[in-house]
């Protein structure tokens, strides 16, 4: 059983490329989420969505973009690379059922540095 | 709003004593309380949870917490530290619902020392 599968693992982008971040779960989750993690900040979470075709912003979507359009899949793009997208990125993703209490099930990671 | 204080960034105990990482959070609704344990160039992984019910919580790898309503705490606990153990902890809250928001402390580094 996967579970939820990011790539790449790691990437290094010049200032004001672009790239896609891909995430894919086999869990049949609704609830998909992309974080940010930054040394001593914890996680901050950038979008998520409810389901195929929905998506929203969370504490900091700018700079960033995501689509959904299967339960599976929910990529995150980033237009026009900037230093302060330097991070490692989590996709993760939860379950209504089970008492709908918000367990995340994460991904391993994806280490972006932009140069 | 939800939110999460992790007390002491970095914990360093010796091989053998006791364990403890301290969790606080701040919710309008009863929460539903996580700790995850991220092992270095790892994503996070559930190490235990409160949801409902008995509130001395037991997880993975010897670790327990307990949730204190009256304390607003939710501190993460294991009698015996191993090396294995080294890893960086979060502390997280959730109050469930339609949209399952997870607000995540700042994160505690464990170091154990042999």
């Known amino acids: 059983n996967a579970g939820v599968t990011q790539t790449p693992k790691f990437r290094i982008l010049k200032i004001g490329q672009s790239m896609t971040l891909q995430c894919t779960q086999d869990?049949?989750?609704?609830?998909m989420y992309w974080y940010r993690q930054d040394p001593g900040m914890g996680l901050k979470l950038i979008y998520y969505s409810v389901g195929a075709g929905i998506t929203d912003k969370g504490e900091v979507p700018n700079g960033y973009n995501v689509s959904r359009s299967t339960t599976e899949d929910f990529p995150l793009r980033l237009e026009l690379a900037a230093p302060s997208q330097t991070s490692v990125y989590f996709c993760?993703?939860?379950?209504?059922?089970?008492?709908?209490?918000?367990?995340?099930?994460f991904g391993e990671g994806s280490r972006l540095t932009v140069l | 709003a939800q939110s999460v204080t992790q007390l002491g960034s970095h914990v360093s105990v010796s091989e053998g004593a006791l364990v403890l990482l301290r969790c606080n959070y701040s919710s309008s609704v009863p929460p539903y309380l996580f700790w995850y344990v991220q092992y270095p160039n790892q994503g996070l992984q559930l190490l235990l949870k409160y949801t409902t019910g008995a509130t001395l919580v037991k997880g993975i790898n010897g670790f327990e917490a307990e949730f204190k309503k009256s304390e607003t705490s939710f501190h993460l606990t294991k009698p015996s530290a191993h090396m294995s153990d080294a890893a960086e902890y979060f502390c997280a809250v959730s109050e469930g619902g339609g949209y399952q928001k997870v607000t995540f402390g700042i994160g505690t580094k464990l170091q154990v020392i042999p």
């Open positions: 993760a993703s939860s379950s209504t059922s089970g008492g709908n209490t918000g367990e995340l099930f």
């Open positions: 869990m049949n989750h609704n609830y």
